[in-house]
């Protein structure tokens, strides 16, 4: 199975680092698609913990190449810093490559997210504010500057004086803010430019050549699928496709050469940020699992909403990705807890949905239905075979498995790589 897309099933911060730090070791590549800094990946392995953002969890194994593909927006201060908190640690990075089609995140777009985000008010997003949401629109919008412009500084600067005559009219006119000054940013972004000129490739055409050489290629996702901006909460959502189709558009990858999809999912829901939460427990249920599971926002450090497992937007997000197994990450937690709640429908006006709404307005008002399994009310985090599992607990992971309809063929039990149950085998 040469290429693989890990993708997060729910609102982000499923686990899928660790995933993708387990897998890495058997595959010769990992590449990133989409998103940009406000992905944040905790990492725990011996050779420390890190919190990435952009760079690929494959960087810790040393015969991996790391791809950065043209889907994601770089900010490159956050690579650079990151690549100099690998060297720090004696992780190398000279498998680390970048895609010169992907865009960058320039100092107006850090500024615009946040003023865009005050500027609605009570209806803010609640974004990173690491300048996504602008990026990409300028990206879209056909204004926007890639990692493989700053290799051509007479062109770039020809670009900036364009882009940002208009950005400082936005700046100054709508939001009466200081301007930004050309010379200053020009100069900023032709030494990134220098200092990444070395990672910068085509990087499409790498991923395609590992391929025909038969190398296992696995495809990371950033961000949740309920975050994707087709088939997230819209508005609430981020600002590009955190789907398996993403993964094709984000690399340059024929979506007939993807083998596998893996959709990983927490055994219980967490979001950052606004918008709608069927299953929010905003009791000491909910803040039992916050603390115990330090569920806080690796990107921002705020606190994560957390609530029952979704089989709703689970079974959603598992037929519009078509995964072929899942991941089921931190099952250890929910050993704190005597009962567990699963959501498997909503009550909307009195009807009932299996199927999200597509609004918003109409999804805030759904009453979540659920059914109560027990608990097992031990730790689980030493065990490593599904069968020595609790029973309750191996009913637990059935009763998602059903309501899927997909088979899991990994049980996250702890965050070190070895605190895991491998069920099957997923590459
Ligand atoms: P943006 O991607 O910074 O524009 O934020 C848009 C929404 O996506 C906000 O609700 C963020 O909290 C959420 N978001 C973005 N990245 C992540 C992530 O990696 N994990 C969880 N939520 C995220």
Redesign the pocket.
């Given at each position: 199975m040469p290429a693989i897309a890990i993708i997060g099933a729910q609102?982000?911060?499923e686990g899928k680092g660790k995933i993708v730090d387990l897998l890495a070791e058997k595959v010769n590549m990992v590449v990133r698609f989409s998103?940009g800094s406000?992905?944040?990946h905790t990492v725990v392995n011996p050779c420390g913990e890190f919190r990435m953002h952009l760079i690929p969890s494959g960087i810790f194994h040393r015969e991996v190449t790391c791809i950065i593909g043209n889907g994601v927006v770089i900010d490159p201060a956050v690579l650079l810093e990151e690549i100099e908190e690998l060297k720090g640690h004696d992780v190398a990075v000279d498998r680390l490559f970048v895609s010169d089609r992907a865009h960058l995140i320039m100092p107006y777009h850090l500024l615009l997210d946040g003023l865009e985000e005050e500027a609605r008010g009570s209806g803010a997003?609640?974004?990173?504010r690491?300048g996504?949401?602008p990026a990409y629109m300028d990206k879209a919008g056909r204004l926007g500057i890639r990692t493989g412009d700053l290799l051509e500084k007479g062109a770039f600067l020809e670009r900036l004086r364009l882009v940002l005559d208009q950005k400082n009219r936005i700046l100054t006119r709508v939001y009466e803010a200081q301007p930004l000054v050309l010379e200053e940013v020009y100069e900023k972004y032709c030494h990134y430019g220098e200092l990444l000129a070395p990672f910068i490739r085509e990087t499409d055409l790498m991923v395609q050549e590992a391929l025909e050489r038969k190398e296992k290629v696995l495809l990371e996702g950033?961000?949740g699928t309920l975050?994707d901006v087709d088939f997230g909460t819209y508005p609430?959502?981020?600002?590009t496709s955190t789907m398996a189709g993403g993964a094709c558009s984000g690399l340059g990858l024929s979506p007939m050469k993807l083998d596998g999809i893996i959709g990983v999912f927490k055994v219980y829901t967490t979001r950052?940020?606004?918008?709608p939460m069927p299953t929010e427990l905003l009791d000491e249920t909910g803040e039992l699992i916050r603390e115990h599971a330090h569920e806080r926002?690796a990107?921002t450090g705020r606190p994560r909403r957390c609530g029952w497992f979704d089989a709703v937007v689970g079974r959603f997000s598992a037929r519009t990705n078509g995964f072929s197994s899942i991941a089921l990450t931190r099952l250890d937690i929910l050993g704190v807890l005597p009962s567990l709640k699963i959501c498997t429908a909503y009550r909307l006006e009195g009807k009932t949905l299996i199927n999200p709404p597509s609004s918003v307005a109409m999804l805030a008002r759904c009453e979540p239905l659920y059914e109560e399994l027990p608990g097992w009310q031990t730790d689980i985090s030493p065990i490593r075979r599904f069968k020595d599992l609790p029973r309750e607990a191996r009913n637990y992971v059935k009763r998602l498995e059903e309501l899927l309809d997909c088979p899991a063929s990994i049980i996250s039990v702890g965050e070190r790589r070895e605190q895991t149950i491998m069920v099957s085998e997923p590459l």
């Open positions: 609102w982000g911060d998103g406000n992905a944040g997003l609640g974004t990173t690491r996504i949401g950033a961000q975050l609430y959502v981020t600002s950052v940020g606004s918008g926002g990107t």
